[in-house]
């Protein structure tokens, strides 16, 4: 089957997304399809940054075609982020690939803007298209203005098949926008247990060694984690913490650990092949986020034996379980979450108990093979089949989107 895969800033830039894709990529070329992935990047200095830009790199066995996303990077141009421009980029690329040789189908990375692209170009193609809902999607795209509300809209209800990576975000996406439940297909999140694992040679000692990895942004909670150190701090409970990731909030993070006066370790990019170490060399996971599609994160830590504390949020609850396999407070609760890493830090047998828990759990059910599969088996269900175009391909213009200021926020 010959698949067009569009992503949305993959490698290098720093996401969920990027390692998501890359193994995605990996299971679809093994099985011996035909893949080209069309990528936009930002290369402009704030959007590197933020994510860490340029184009995407080679990947075995994929055609890979990068496309600048220079209406994303005019934010602070007159009108602000023109995502119309790279909707009609994208659109245009897809399909002067398929007039070269045809797709069989259509996958986005993403409702808005990937999958309203992929969506306008199936009009021309005439082939079916698969849409997989991120973290964004659910969470705010489509609660910031009228364009991008109608853009999900058309996404949801008309692509051939919805993805989402479990159920409690499955039903924010349902009471947000009013989509009905059984539109989606539940494909959760994997992690490759061949690179992401525990030490051969497990540390005992203090002080613990908390981590924090990924997007480093006030809605993963990593302004709420160095809050809750402080207090800590004024407990006497011992720790080392590091903060591994950029991302829209890094200086702000920087400035809140002086203000505070905490020896917070700050490691900047983390390269995806780098990060397996970074979870090896840590006692416990920290991820005090308010929402997620599916953490990829607290899976890599789960595959790496760690015992995590996190959050009762959406995309978390549906993996972790508080007092099993982690320890989850309310999002936002910063004494809780102080309390939380002090009862982890001062119980040995928890910890072990915790991470063994969690490790075992993710070798039986996350694993990239199952879930590429139940993937490959939405395209066979699908081959042949025709997109449903009945929408308006027009959208309404609503200039007032805040994202059009801060394009980095959707």
Excluded at 116 to 135: D, F, T
Excluded at 147 to 164: P, Y
Excluded at 168 to 173: G, H, I, L, Q, T
Aim: hydrophobic share 45%.
């Amino acid at each position: 089957m010959r698949v067009l895969f569009c992503s949305r800033r993959f490698w290098p830039a720093i996401s969920g997304i990027s390692v998501y894709a890359e193994n995605l990529l990996r299971e679809l070329v093994g099985a011996g399809h035909d893949v080209t992935m069309v990528s936009q990047y930002r290369a402009d200095a704030a959007g590197t940054r933020v994510y860490g830009g340029g184009p995407p790199p080679d990947v075995a066995g994929v055609t890979v075609i990068g496309r600048r996303s220079l209406g994303e990077e005019a934010f602070g141009e007159a009108g602000g982020a023109d995502f119309e421009r790279d909707v009609e980029d994208m659109v245009a690329t897809i399909l002067a690939e398929h007039h070269r040789q045809p797709f069989d189908i259509l996958h986005a990375q993403y409702g808005y803007p990937n999958g309203w692209a992929v969506l306008l170009a199936a009009r021309e193609a005439g082939v079916p298209v698969v849409v997989s809902i991120q973290g964004g999607d659910g969470h705010w795209v489509g609660s910031c203005c009228e364009t991008h509300r109608q853009a999900m809209l058309r996404v949801l209800d008309h692509a051939n098949a919805l993805l989402i990576g479990c159920d409690s975000f499955a039903m924010e996406v349902v009471e947000r926008l009013g989509v009905a439940r059984e539109r989606f297909t539940v494909v959760p999140g994997a992690v490759d247990t061949t690179q992401f694992h525990p030490p051969a040679d497990p540390r005992e000692g203090s002080p613990l060694r908390l981590l924090y990895h990924g997007r480093v942004d006030r809605r993963k909670g990593v302004l709420d984690f160095l809050e809750a150190l402080a207090l800590l701090r004024g407990q006497d409970v011992p720790f080392a913490a590091t903060v591994s990731g950029i991302g829209p909030d890094l200086d702000a993070a920087r400035d809140l650990a002086a203000q505070l006066a905490l020896d917070v370790r700050f490691t900047g990019y983390a390269d995806y092949h780098a990060a397996p170490a970074l979870y090896r060399e840590a006692d416990l996971f920290v991820s005090p986020t308010y929402a997620e599609g599916f953490s990829n994160t607290i899976l890599e830590a789960m595959a790496s034996g760690l015992p995590t504390v996190s959050c009762r949020a959406v995309g978390v609850v549906d993996c972790l379980r508080d007092g099993e396999n982690g320890l989850l407070v309310e999002p936002g609760d910063v004494p809780a979450l102080a309390a939380a890493l002090k009862r982890v830090i001062g119980d040995p047998a928890l910890r072990r108990r915790l991470g063994a828990t969690a490790l075992e759990e993710c070798r039986r059910t996350y694993s990239w093979a199952a879930v590429g599969r139940q993937i490959m088996e939405t395209y066979a269900a699908l081959a042949g089949t025709a997109p449903d175009t009945r929408f308006d391909p027009v959208l309404p213009r609503d200039p007032s989107c805040r994202f059009r200021a801060a394009p980095h926020l959707l």
